[in-house]
């Protein structure tokens, strides 16, 4: 030390003591070292952990350790005084200060550095200007340094506790804001208006980063709205608590920093805890957002129908990712509606637990909502991923995959719960990667992607959808997979003019009879592990009402396919439904005159869709009026039909030599094809003759021989001539299409 070093002490403490009368031991300490930079050890020792230096004890300290506020004001705006304190500033440690500290409005040339002292007044720093405020290990009442300017850090960390409101309104600190390891308490108190906020930073512009981390913890709201922050926010391993009070306003706000702007990352991580809403309403984050290990706890109350939320995250801008994953546990509505996320959202292995109650909308009361969330990377909500209350995505942006593998949502209806029976809500997402609800996907609830676009697949395999699987209007430009559902019997599949590129399904998935919508379902291709044809039409009968666009569907694909036999079975299965749905309608002589006019039509031509039925009808009719024909030659029922011939057969028997020859089966040819003429028709004719009397041959039973009577021949030949022209002319419709309904 100088040979001039005592002057320079006796010139602070000489007017000290004119000014403030004796000094106690801790106070001359203080003028001693303040021209040096050295410490004012006030306590034992300088060692944290010495419980003599523990401010919590300070009623034990005796009248040595005293310092006046006001001592520590003049050292700070007394001109000649604060010329003599050293550039390192006040430094004191294990005092304690009595009276308010008051240096509002003061400039002050110094840092301020007070460890593990105990603060028995209020700390008014408002507007003031200091190079850097260090009270760490400190008790304090309130501190108030609104639109104070700080060209350093501010450290109120490692044991730091405070009794009263701090605050930083509108503060500009150019280096950090330090709390890690503090404890901030000021719970609502009656009668107090000041109580219920523990930290208010509001428009606060931090040049570093803010640390509420470590063990920070606050009882009462901590605010940080329109601050700016130039690092990290840090809350990782922090507790906040100001749980919901009915009636009592302001409460149930644990961290309100909506609009903050974070130059870093956001870290609500590593065991942080909230009892009360974190909001962050419209932040801009830089970095990433994390909330691994998280515990948000602000459940729905009896009688609020507009609950807060647990975290709210909704319009937030995040350049990063966000992390709700490893651990994460919300038991309140977790909301990130309108979202920016720069690159994944994450929610692996995380829990958001928000029951239904009868009061609250989905909207309010879902367990998770990210709405209108944009996100430039994938969404994950799977790998032990656990939602009870409703997950909805209504409108979301995702650039990258939206995965749910092995993911469970739980909300099943509940009756006069109007948020209970969605347990996933996607309503018109647009999804430019693929969906994957497989591999362990467990829904009680309704999965409703209603409207959605996704740009490759939707995923379906080996999961339970135990409140079905919703997809009108969906659009998949790759494969929708419906194959190994687990307990297919309580799986409603909804694919009402839904578009996919490929369907690929398998038999023992087919949900059960009335389970299945497919009416404007377009696919591409279809996948062929179904017992062909018929197991496709078994699966369009598990319909709960009969519609054509379906069956014209699977026809059409069948023969691109190359299967046009199966279209055409298609096709016709599908006429035969809806001749029966047309027929239902009608009355009872109008339904059985349609049922048997539709029998004739599938049998005849296949509604149209098989017009070679005619042709195997036209080839029965032949056969059977060859067999009839030749039994009635036999029998002595048809004769020539020119009269020298016709004498001649009938007096004996015989022909004249050069007469055509009766051949039944083309005579029959030539009666049920009216076109077709090859000279028996006009050689032969059924007996004219009124006395005829049958000359059978030997194996032609006489009992039976009426049935071959020229009168039942004539009879015959004129319904076998009309069937034949009903046949042809069924033929000819059903090859030119005018038969049928395609």
């Not at 070292?33 to 034992?44: D, L, N, Q, R, Y």
């Not at 038991?331 to 959202?345: A, E, K, T, Y």
């Not at 509604?607 to 036999?634: D, E």
Request: proline share 4%; net charge positive.
């Amino acid at each position: 030390m100088s040979s001039n070093a005592p002057q320079q002490q006796a010139d602070l403490e000489s007017p000290a003591s004119i000014l403030f009368g004796k000094l106690s031991e801790a106070e001359i300490k203080l003028l001693h070292a303040a021209p040096s930079g050295e410490w004012a050890i006030c306590g034992p020792n300088r060692k944290d952990d010495d419980v003599g230096n523990d401010p919590g004890k300070a009623d034990e300290w005796g009248e040595k350790r005293q310092i006046r506020a006001a001592l520590l004001r003049w050292l700070c705006t007394d001109r000649e005084s604060r010329e003599k304190v050293d550039p390192k500033g006040l430094r004191v440690y294990g005092a304690k200060v009595i009276g308010p500290l008051e240096l509002s409005y003061v400039t002050i040339a110094f840092p301020l550095i007070l460890l593990h002292c105990r603060l028995l007044g209020d700390a008014d720093l408002n507007c003031a200007e200091i190079p850097q405020l260090v009270l760490q290990g400190t008790w304090a009442r309130s501190i108030r340094a609104s639109n104070a300017k700080v060209n350093g850090s501010v450290v109120l960390n490692e044991g730091f506790h405070a009794d009263g409101l701090v605050q930083f309104i509108t503060a500009r600190i150019s280096g950090d804001l330090s709390c890690a390891n503090a404890r901030f308490e000021n719970s609502f108190k009656p009668g107090n208006a000041e109580s219920g906020v523990a930290l208010n930073a509001e428009r606060a512009r931090v040049g570093g980063s803010v640390f509420l981390r470590n063990g920070f913890s606050a009882l009462g709201a901590v605010r940080f709205m329109n601050a700016q922050i130039g690092g990290d926010f840090d809350c990782g391993k922090g507790t906040l608590k100001n749980p919901f009070q009915l009636g009592v306003a302001g409460s149930g706000h644990a961290l309100l920093a909506a609009r903050v702007v974070v130059a870093g990352g956001v870290f609500l991580n590593a065991g942080f805890r909230a009892e009360g809403m974190v909001g962050l309403q419209g932040a801009r984050i830089g970095g990433n957002l994390v909330c691994s290990t998280g515990a948000f706890e602000n459940p729905l109350q009896p009688g609020v129908s507009e609950p807060d939320a647990a975290l709210n995250i909704e319009t937030a801008e995040v350049g990063g990712s966000v992390a709700l994953s490893a651990g994460f546990h919300a038991r309140g509505p977790v909301s990130l509606i309108g979202m920016q996320v720069g690159v994944h959202l994450s929610c692996i292995g995380a829990t958001f637990e928000t029951p239904p109650q009868k009061g609250v909308s989905e909207g309010r009361g879902a367990a998770l909502n990210f709405g209108s969330v944009s996100v430039k990377g994938a969404i994950v909500l799977g790998n032990g991923f656990t939602a009870k209350g409703a997950v909805r995505a209504i409108g979301a942006q995702i650039n990258g995959n939206f995965e749910c593998e092995g993911g469970n949502f739980n909300n099943p209806s509940l009756p006069g719960v109007s948020g209970s029976g969605n347990a996933l809500n996607a309503g018109g997402v647009v999804i430019k990667g693929s969906c994957f609800l497989r591999n362990g996907f467990r829904a009680e609830g309704g999965v409703n992607l209603t409207s959605a676009q996704i740009g490759r697949d939707l995923d379906c395999t080996r999961a339970r959808f135990g409140g079905g699987l919703l997809l009108p209007r969906l659009t998949v430009g790759g494969n929708l997979f419906w194959r190994s559902i687990v307990d297919p019997h309580v799986s409603r599949l909804e694919l009402t003019s839904a578009s996919v590129g490929a369907f690929d399904d398998d038999d023992a998935s087919y949900p059960v009879q009335g389970n299945l919508s497919l009416d404007g379902f377009v696919y591409g291709r279809i996948s062929r592990i179904s017992t062909g044809t018929k197991g496709r039409l078994r699966w369009l009968g598990l319909q709960s009402s009969f519609v054509p666009q379906p069956y014209r569907q699977l026809a059409k694909i069948l023969r691109v396919e190359g299967d046009d036999m199966g279209g055409r079975r298609v096709l016709c299965e599908m006429e035969r439904l809806r001749r029966i749905h047309e027929n239902s309608k009608r009355g009872r002589v109008a339904r059985s005159l349609g049922s048997a006019w539709s029998t004739v039509l599938r049998v005849t031509i296949g509604y149209g869709f098989h017009p070679a039925r005619s042709l195997w009808c036209l080839a029965a009719l032949v056969l059977l009026g060859t067999a009839i024909f030749g039994t009635g030659y036999a029998a002595g029922s048809i004769s020539p039909t020119e009269k020298v011939a016709y004498g001649s057969f009938k007096h004996n028997g015989e022909l004249p030599p050069n007469y055509n020859r009766f051949n039944p089966l083309v005579f029959s040819l030539e009666n049920a094809f009216p076109l077709i003429r090859l000279g028996q028709v006009d050689s032969w004719q059924t007996d004219p003759d009124k006395a005829w009397k049958s000359h059978p041959e030997n194996w032609v039973s006489r009992s039976l021989t009426w049935f071959f009577s020229p009168w039942s021949l004539r009879r015959f030949r004129w319904l076998q001539t009309c069937l034949g022209w009903f046949l042809a002319t069924m033929g000819v419709a059903a090859v030119s299409g005018i038969a049928r309904r395609d």
